[in-house]
């Protein structure tokens, strides 16, 4: 009994964090809405320069000059 009496603040910090972070996340949750994630939204700008590329030449282009002034495109979708 003395251990749990040692551990009942974690364990109420630790339920308290889950309820909050749940009731925060609940609209979002109900409603079906993802998250924007920045790498995943920037990945697909910094290939588009490249799709466009093979569109138009049917060529895979193996630099970008729309990232850092200049890329290899292995870097952006290895193949």
Partial sequence: ?????????????ILLFAVISFAYFFPA???GRILA????????GA?????KYQERTGERT?????????MPTYQLAPS
């Fill in 37 to 44: 994630q920045h790498d995943a939204v920037a990945g697909i």
């Fill in 47 to 51: 290939g588009h320069e490249m799709q």
């Fill in 62 to 70: 193996r630099w970008t000059n729309s990232i850092f002034g200049g």
């Fill in 1 to 13: 009994m003395n251990q749990f009496r040692k551990l009942l603040p974690d364990v109420v910090a």
């Fill in 29 to 31: 949750v109900t409603e």
